[in-house]
């Protein structure tokens, strides 16, 4: 089950969408794909004949990426699933303006975790100045230890969970951002096993105004806004 929240994302969620489905195709189990639509006005809902059966479309009005992810899951839940278990079931997230790779889902369910965290990467630098975007990869990697296989980052852009640990800690809850943050920090109090995987990467945009008001594309600001000395 992967869950993409969209907030008028009709430009970008096409690929998103492509990208996920052809992640979904490498696997030898049914995948199914919900986008849920939050407080939409672009049209985003258009996609729902482009798409057909392939994904399930759920519209909302909450403006709010927690509730929104949540909605996905319980949605999942309550509407694809059997209702008798979710043990075996896993769960994985991205963002409308992200691109899984090929073998996303893959490494998710060889993991042999709870929950997996990936890392992210950013494609298209053609609006940040050169500089900018050298400070913004070395603060970046400076939190991923190659070497240990693991990383300090956590993207909602790029995670994934068993359904049953993630109901039992309470699911996503209703905040405006750091919702991931949240999520992990409750697996972690838990005792669930954890992986955080460096090789796990999706590719995701370089804007700096985003739908989540300190999401990825905050954080992206603020490192771009630094003076070279203090992400050296």
């Known amino acids: 089950m992967i869950v993409i929240p969209a907030h008028n994302e009709a430009t970008a969620l096409p690929d998103s969408l492509a990208a996920v489905l052809a992640a979904a195709a490498h696997v030898d189990i049914p995948v199914a794909v919900v986008v849920v639509l939050d407080a939409c006005d672009d049209g985003s809902s258009s996609l729902v004949d482009r798409f057909g059966p392939a994904v399930h479309f759920v519209t909302i009005d909450v403006q709010n990426v927690g509730k929104t992810r949540a909605a996905g899951f319980s949605f999942a839940r309550d509407k694809l699933g059997d209702g008798s ?83 039992r800690v309470g699911g996503f809850t209703e905040r405006a951002t750091g919702e991931d943050v949240d999520l992990v920090r409750r697996f972690e109090l838990a005792g669930y096993r954890i992986r955080r995987d460096t090789r ?33």
Do not use: C
Request: net charge positive.
């Open 85 to 167: 278990t979710d043990a075996g079931v896993w769960y994985a997230t991205t963002d409308a303006d992200s691109r899984v790779d090929p073998n996303w889902l893959t490494r998710q369910l060889t993991a042999q975790v709870d929950m997996v965290l990936g890392v992210v990467r950013i494609s298209n630098w053609r609006h940040i100045p050169a500089a900018a975007a050298r400070r913004y990869l070395r603060a970046y990697h400076a939190k991923i230890h190659p070497d240990r296989g693991r990383h300090e980052h956590i993207h909602g852009a790029n995670m994934g969970f068993a359904a049953d640990a993630y109901w």
């Open 200 to 232: 796990l990467s999706v590719v995701t945009s370089a804007r700096q105004i985003g739908r989540a008001p300190a999401g990825f594309a905050a954080h992206l600001r603020t490192v771009l806004a630094r003076p070279a000395k203090d992400s050296a």
